[in-house]
């Protein structure tokens, strides 16, 4: 790059213009009276807009040659915020970004005969040290490193897509320093997650690659910078600004022919010449009472998991008794890896069992993560913020009223309960399909037949939503409805009598069994329990689960009223738990 043409412009933000080489502020031709050092923190900001200009950074420009504390800081932000009216009137041209730094947020203008000038002599080779650092050592992803990196040399635009806290960003950033040395240095990390305005996407790019933007129409000059560069553009975090990210790496893959993308996001940017990458969680020991150490430690997953309780203060290597527990908090946790990190750091101060015992009764949702984390992946509660927070209203409600499932369900199970009105079904089911999207549901098929299932630390995030919607009893209550009536009919009572393999059942278990535990619950509804565990203890005998139809059967017989007995249910009910006891001794 050359270096800097000292800007003679002003650059235009909201009612205000910014003199640079005049270290003036104007509003509507009327001059802000600024601090010396309020005004160096605005022009640092201005020039750098929809990037994370750090503390230390702020720091060794308003104050160069003095030591201060953060604290001085924050006083002149607050001064500076206040002479902007930052806050007021729904203006927001300043944010802070939680242990990290400062974002200018507000769109910035230049007018210029020149659309992009360089504003900075830093060369290309120095400006890639603003890569984020990597980590020392990536658990279980070195594969996927290796196949990105020949993905994008040979597709030039691949996204990785995948859940939040899968560790997409990890990854990304690894294949850019990988690839350093063939884009000759020129490789650089744009983090979006700072932007709240979608159109500073294309100033937050200009400011990573040193540029000033200059024009209504950033997109342009730095389509004319890019041109035939050798380029690798990192965008991470593409979700929230999907719409105008989508579109501006579609036009820089297809007018750049040696510009390179790799976006990361939690759902794909559908445009033309996009590759998606999908990224899956880390792999899991299998449920297993007599794993060994040896063999959890073969899985990712328990390599994680106790490489991140080492660094806790945990000095026990894996014993053959904790390997198993180790196993299933990782299971639990459906191998994610922050989830699995965050769960990890606990284990220092509460030991493997402890740790598993939390996660039991899910008080892991707001963990702290490193201190070094992004904000969003501060905890699991910050990371599922950023989820639910992009999703529509329609979204956020369908997520919520699934969270009632346990396990698998179905596109008719999903309908049925979270939609209003018969009529409103299949506006549920179109939902299901944007929330699969997003990496917010996955699906398997099971003899032929689609299952749908939230991920464990999703449904306990989404389980407390509902309860904050007024709305848990109301849908529990609809969840246990539609298995009662899912379940009653012949060929479930016929086997009784051995005519019917029900294995076909088995992976609607779960959902039974969350439904005939809060039914029969003090604030459930014993009709619908009853009526409930009648259709369901031939299903128990069926799939061979005789202790939990003698559970099941004895604890609704102990609910009938006197206008029960004598019922066809109280047969069946007594029917079964006779044979149940038959079979089990």
């Known amino acids: 790059m050359e270096p800097a043409t000292e800007a003679r412009n002003a650059i235009s933000f909201g009612p205000f213009s910014l003199f640079v080489a005049e270290r003036l502020l104007r509003k509507a031709d009327k001059p802000i009276p600024l601090g010396g050092r309020a005004l160096d923190i605005l022009i640092a900001l201005a020039e750098r807009p929809g990037e994370v200009v750090t503390h230390k950074e702020l720091i060794s420009t308003a104050w160069p040659d003095v030591t201060v504390e953060e604290a001085n800081l924050r006083f002149q932000m607050a001064a500076l915020r206040k002479a902007l009216g930052d806050g007021r009137d729904g203006a927001r041209y300043i944010s802070n970004i939680a242990g990290r730094g400062y974002c200018f947020v507000a769109p910035v203008t230049r007018s210029s005969a020149e659309q992009l000038v360089p504003v900075t002599g830093i060369a290309t080779s120095e400006r890639v040290q603003k890569l984020p650092p990597r980590l020392a050592r990536m658990v279980g ?37 990988t690839l350093i040395d063939g884009f000759h240095d020129a490789v650089f990390f744009i983090d979006l997650a700072a932007l709240t305005d979608p159109q500073l996407v294309p100033t937050a790019i200009a400011s990573a690659l040193g540029l000033m933007v200059q024009t209504q129409d950033p997109l342009v000059g730095l389509l004319a910078f890019i041109g035939d560069r050798k380029i690798l553009l990192v965008l991470d975090s593409c979700e929230h600004v999907i719409g105008v990210a989508a579109a501006l790496a579609e036009r820089v893959v297809s007018e750049a022919p040696q510009a390179h993308i790799l976006a990361t996001s939690r759902e794909a940017l559908r445009v033309e010449g996009e590759h998606v990458h999908l990224l899956h969680s880390l792999d899991c020991p299998p449920e297993d009472a007599g794993l060994t150490a040896t063999e959890a430690l073969r899985y990712p997953a328990a390599q994680l998991f106790m490489e991140r309780a080492a660094a806790s203060g945990y000095d026990v ?8 527990i ?39 949702l707001l963990w702290q993560g490193r201190r070094t984390a992004l904000p969003r992946h501060e905890t699991l509660n910050a990371m599922l913020d950023w989820s639910y927070s992009l999703l529509s209203d329609r979204e956020k409600l369908v997520l919520c009223r699934l969270s009632v499932f346990v396990g698998a369900f179905t596109r008719q199970a999903a ?38 299932r939230l991920l464990d630390t999703t449904r306990a995030y989404a389980a407390a939503k509902l309860a904050e919607r007024g709305e848990a009893d109301r849908i529990a209550r609809r969840h246990a409805i539609f298995y009662s009536r899912f379940l009653e009919h012949d060929e479930i009572i016929q086997s009784l009598f051995g005519e019917y393999d029900l ?21 459930g509804d014993v009709v619908v329990g009853i009526g409930l565990a009648t259709w369901a203890a031939p299903l128990f005998i069926g799939l061979w689960l005789l202790g939990e139809c003698r559970g099941w059967c004895e604890r609704a017989l102990a609910t009938l009223d006197d206008a029960s007995r004598g019922t066809r249910q109280e047969m069946i ?8 006891s038959m079979l089990s001794r």
């Open 141 to 177: 992803r070195h594969d996927t490193v290796r196949a990105l990196t020949q993905q994008l040399q040979e597709w030039r635009f691949v996204s990785i897509v995948g859940p939040g806290g899968v560790g997409k960003t990890t990854v990304a950033i690894s294949v850019a320093y």
């Open 317 to 324: 290597a894996l014993s053959d008794i904790d390997a198993p």
């Open 326 to 364: 180790v196993a299933r908090s990782c299971r639990r946790l459906d191998g994610v890896a922050l989830a699995i990190e965050l769960a990890a750091s606990r284990v220092g101060s509460l030991g493997i069992r402890g740790t598993a015992e939390l996660l039991d009764n899910r008080f892991g």
């Open 415 to 452: 309908g049925s309960v979270a939609s209003e009105t018969e009529a409103d079904e299949a506006n549920v089911i179109d939902t299901v399909t944007s929330l699969v999207a997003k990496f917010l549901i996955s699906t398997n098929v099971i003899n032929e037949t689609t299952y749908y």
């Open 503 to 523: 294995s076909g059942y088995a992976p609607h278990i779960g959902n039974v069994r969350a439904a005939l535990g809060w039914a029969l619950s003090d604030h």
């Open 573 to 580: 009910l007594q029917e079964a738990l006779a044979l149940s």
